[in-house]
């Protein structure tokens, strides 16, 4: 079964629920589901935060759901735009 479909059904939500978050057509939804059309990383994203599971589960790199740690790197620049955004005011 499709990794979308899959996450989708298990929350007892339809296409027009996800297509909404995603502010997107169902039937645009649908293609993603069929694997006729591919995500977007910003969509991608935003999936795998709204159903608490790692990109790769999507996408079929791994079968384990859990997200991942905060990386090092994400904590770094998120230190660098706190530096950043002071530095301007």
Do not use: F, W
Request: hydrophobic share 25%; with cysteine.
């Amino acid at each position: 079964m499709n990794r979308l479909k899959e996450l989708r059904e298990n929350k007892d939500l339809t296409q027009q629920d996800i297509a909404k978050l995603l502010n997107m057509s169902q039937s645009n939804y649908s293609k993603y589901e069929k694997e006729t059309l591919c995500l977007d990383y910003k969509q991608l994203i935003k999936i795998a935060q709204y159903y608490h599971v790692s990109i790769d589960y999507i996408l079929y790199q791994t079968d384990e759901r859990k997200t991942y740690k905060r990386s090092i790197l994400c904590e770094e620049n998120a230190e660098y735009e706190k530096t950043k955004e002071k530095q301007t005011n």
